[in-house]
């Protein structure tokens, strides 16, 4: 059980980190936009 708790907060990290990522990375991406 300990095994198959680890995988999920391991699903759950890897979600919440790529939606960061996703969420951070098309601001810095157009640096002749306004930044």
């Given at each position: 059980?300990?095994y198959?708790?680890n995988?999920?907060?391991?699903?759950?990290?890897?979600?919440?980190?790529?939606?960061?990522?996703?969420?951070?990375?098309?601001?810095?991406l157009?640096?002749g936009?306004?930044g």
């Amino acid at each position: 059980t300990d095994y198959h708790m680890n995988m999920m907060h391991i699903y759950v990290f890897a979600a919440y980190f790529g939606l960061s990522v996703a969420w951070c990375l098309p601001k810095p991406l157009p640096e002749g936009n306004g930044g």
